[in-house]
């Protein structure tokens, strides 16, 4: 016979091991740097790409090398939200065009280097302009002003956006890989290497939005 505590004890036990079976964990009070990375980190790679992020891909391939998101995945994320936030920029250009670009000083000096591109290089500037510091954002509506063929440019956007977003994620995704190789094992300085990738990426950012500042 069993008394009352001992029949608790082996119910809790039974229920245990039945979360355990069907993936359900122990009850966490927080969130791990891997629950944050796996439940939020593709969406914040489309966002991110979307509004003009090189570090967020760089980050989600590095996170795809600690084995926390898939790297196909993050790759189809980033090429997702790069392409139609840039096909956005696009068609914004072409209604507002000119004049939006004359009320805003600190776009037409790149603007005027954007034009002067696209009459030597068009379709290779449509293809790269997401790894021209400083002209990604601008680049795509300037095109878009310029009444550049909406097909054409779908398609050159197209395979840029997929260019794009396979070498920024195979950077990041490769920059496990050195780590690892000089380091060893990456575990117990994963939240430095992290921090580190997030403030080089704040840095840019910051870098960015002042010279947009200074242009004005």
């Known amino acids: 016979m069993h008394g009352p505590d001992e029949k608790r004890r082996r119910t809790a036990l039974l229920f245990n091991k039945s ?7 122990p009850r966490k009070d927080h969130m791990t740097l891997e629950d944050l990375i796996s439940t939020y980190g593709y969406a914040a790679i489309g966002i991110g790409s979307f509004l003009e992020g090189e ?5 989600g391939g590095f ?3 600690r084995g926390y998101l898939e790297l196909p995945w993050v790759i189809v994320c980033a090429f997702l939200g790069s392409f139609i936030g840039d096909q956005a920029y696009f068609y914004f250009g072409r209604i507002k065009g000119q004049a939006w670009i004359g009320r805003r000083p600190q776009w037409q000096a790149k603007s005027e280097k954007v034009f002067s591109l696209l009459n030597r290089h068009q379709d290779w500037l449509i293809i790269g302009f997401r790894f021209l510091y400083g002209l990604r954002t601008v680049t795509p509506f300037v095109m878009g002003a310029a009444r550049i063929s909406p097909s054409r440019f779908f398609l050159l956007n197209f395979l840029g956006a997929a260019i794009w977003a396979i070498v920024m994620g195979a950077m990041g995704y490769l920059f496990g890989n050195v780590l690892e190789a000089l380091i060893g094992d990456l575990k117990h300085y994963e939240l430095l290497l992290f921090g580190i990738l997030l ?3 704040a840095l840019v950012w910051l870098g960015h939005f002042m010279t947009k500042r200074s242009g004005r």
């Open 199 to 201: 403030g080089l990426g």
């Open 63 to 65: 996170s795809a090398h």
């Open 55 to 59: 570090t967020i891909v760089i980050l």
């Open 19 to 25: 979360n355990t079976r069907f993936g359900h964990g």
